[in-house]
């Protein structure tokens, strides 16, 4: 039964190298790619049922006992995670063929969009450090090729800061676990974890995690760190941006959430202080960048920065409310993300530009593009029926009961103006006359409505049975509370 | 031992940095590369630079030098090879496309 941790990393990889070879021809790759699509959903629901039921799963592969091999762990939060990943996908895999992809998927889209899956797949379940990095590679390769698909100038310019940046990140990245490995021998994080313990996380490691977080952080896009995403992320087709707006800085806040809540948690008060501090900062900056451009691709890119600063929000507060906030909101974040970015794309689609300001009255042609963006917006703002208010209530509940007012009240305000963001793109957008001479309604969005209704209608599922997902979201944050659980059963004690 | 290989791969990351901040396209991929060169060097020597026998079974030693860190360096040693080979070819279109290779001039925003 072990063996079923490795279904999230397998069959995408199977699914990519199968498409290789029918990369020619469109309409089987398209027919493919929503069965795998599917079968890969299926399987990771019945891993995190698993999961849930009888705890984690832990796959020794190759029989090599704890640390001495590579461990695959599926936990609660990983389980999580992989679901949301897979329904992102699968929505993705859906929208993909009407998304006006036209020459591009013959230059080996679907693979490169499965091994883009089977990097973030294997990014959360893995529970070795080095195959952490191995996976961020997989996924980052994968992303490589798919920014750069097509090849506009623009285009070209933004990849190669993209490249570069991530370069350089990964580099310092493999530096990081040298000085990890000199300090405690190991690569397992389990392992490491009861080291790191061992020595109350004395002298060097504090330094090794901080530079640890600086990695993860230019990944997920962090205050001081955060310069290279906007522009880099609306370049490429829209179905590409989703899949980068919902996953890829997902892997890295993940990777944050893990590694302080195993790993460096003895010394709360310089660690977990500098998150409050930056999750502060991450707020204010990205929210003004929303606030400043009237490219609506620009306005939902620059939105992925402030969600990740209420995500690391938890993390630095860390108690039990603010971490089960946490992890409700990165999933949440997930779903919204990849809806949001699909919704411009296919406004953009329709009004032939992104400009805010040359489009207008688009609610009397198509009305139901108009109505889900009016609930994406809701649910991104947080109202409270929708699934980004429990969220942000259990975050901001743990903010005031451990006293970070000052947090709290940017939390509150930074809400507000996301909303206010959002909004704008619905009232210049859609609000207003019926302009007849500037051409619109000509273009059908047929194809594109339905995925984006099905995240919108799991993100307000996720809202209205909060009864049910929450029991599980907060024994995520009790099992991140308690690290010993983790270590315990990977090194079986 | 030790001390000096650190010095060293000091000295490879101030050159790396040095280059990545400069202008010209060509420049920063080198100083990536060398910056790859440096992280190499710097896990090698953090597994120590203890002196034994070659990590192969059949010839004798009584201790062997660490093999885990050079199945970390063989593994990064690929995948910043195939990274430097798409940031080499990205470069090539992106001055093929935009007839320069200057940072500086590979700016500024295109619909605002």
């Given amino acids: 039964m072990s063996n079923l941790a490795v279904l999230p990393i397998l069959i995408p990889l199977i699914a990519a190298i199968t498409l290789v070879f029918f990369n020619g021809n469109v309409t089987v790759s398209r027919v493919l790619t929503r069965l795998f699509s599917l079968v890969s959903l299926g399987a990771a629901l019945y891993i995190a049922w698993h999961a849930m039921e009888n705890g984690t799963i832990i796959l020794e592969t190759g029989d090599w006992a704890a640390p001495y091999g590579i461990i695959l762990v599926v936990d609660r939060l990983a389980a999580l995670l992989i679901v949301t990943t897979n329904l992102v996908a699968a929505a993705c895999a859906f929208y993909a063929p009407h998304a006006g992809l036209g020459k591009k998927e013959y230059y080996y889209f679907y693979p490169f969009f499965f091994f883009l899956i089977t990097g973030v797949s294997g990014a959360f379940i893995t529970g070795d450090i080095f195959n952490l990095f191995v996976f961020f590679e997989v996924l980052l390769m994968a992303s490589y090729a798919l920014i750069v698909l097509g090849g506009d100038k623009v285009q070209l310019r933004e990849s190669i800061k993209y490249l570069l940046i991530n370069l350089f990140s990964s580099m310092l990245f493999v530096t990081c676990i040298a000085f990890l490995y000199a300090v405690v021998g190991t690569l397992n994080m389990a392992h490491i974890a009861e080291r790191v313990q061992e020595v109350d996380q004395q002298g060097i490691l504090t330094t090794v995690g901080i530079l640890f977080f600086f990695v993860f952080a230019t990944k997920a896009a962090l205050f001081p760190l955060y310069y290279w995403l906007p522009h880099s992320y609306i370049q490429p087709n829209p179905v590409i941006s989703a899949l980068f707006g919902a996953l890829l800085t997902k892997v890295g806040i993940y990777s944050i959430l893990r590694v302080f809540s195993l790993i460096f948690v003895h010394r709360l008060d310089i660690t977990h202080e500098l998150f409050i501090w930056i999750a502060i900062l991450s707020m204010i900056f990205g929210v003004i960048g929303a606030l400043s451009t009237n490219n609506i691709k620009l306005i939902i890119a620059y939105n992925i920065i402030p969600a990740i600063g209420f995500i690391i929000m938890g993390i630095g507060v860390f108690n039990q409310d603010a971490l089960s906030g946490s992890v409700y909101y990165l999933v949440h974040d997930m779903i919204i993300k990849a809806a949001l970015f699909l919704i411009v794309g296919a406004i953009a689609y329709v009004a032939g530009t992104s400009d805010l300001r040359k489009m207008g009255g688009l609610i009397h042609y198509y009305p139901a593009l108009g109505w889900l963006l009016f ?89 209205v049975g909060a009864e049910f997902f929450y029991p599980i979201v907060a024994s995520v944050a009790q099992s991140l509370l308690d690290p010993q659980i983790y ?7 | 031992m030790e001390t000096l290989i650190i010095i060293l791969t000091g000295v490879l990351v101030s050159v790396a940095t040095y280059l990545i901040l400069s202008k010209s396209v060509i420049r920063v991929i080198l100083g990536t590369a060398i910056l790859s060169h440096a992280a190499h060097l710097l896990i090698i020597t953090m597994g120590g630079l203890k002196t034994g026998g070659v990590p192969i079974l059949d010839n004798g030693h009584d201790t062997f030098t660490d093999a885990l860190p050079q199945a970390l360096i063989l593994t990064s040693i690929v995948i910043s090879f195939a990274v430097t080979a798409i940031l080499l070819v990205l470069a090539l279109r992106t001055y093929q496309e935009l007839g320069t290779d200057n940072l500086e001039k590979l700016r500024g925003f295109y619909d605002e």
Avoid: C, H, N
């Avoid at chain 1, 619905?426 to 619109?440: L, N, P, Q, S, V």
């Avoid at chain 1, 270590?487 to 004690?493: M, Y």
């Fill in chain 1, 375 to 463: 609930i994406a917006a809701f649910v991104l703002a947080g109202i409270p029926p929708f699934s980004g208010f429990i969220g942000k209530l259990q975050l901001l509940q743990g903010a005031f009961g451990d006293g970070e007012i000052i947090l709290a009240i940017t939390a509150l305000i930074t809400s507000l103006l996301i909303l206010y963001s959002i909004m704008k793109i619905f009232i210049r957008g859609f609000w207003g006359e019926k302009d007849e001479t500037a051409g619109f309604g000509t273009k059908s969005v047929k194809g594109m409505i339905a995925p984006i209704a099905f995240l919108l209608a799991l993100s307000v599922l996720l809202g």
């Fill in chain 1, 487 to 493: 270590i315990d059963s990977v090194l079986k004690e």
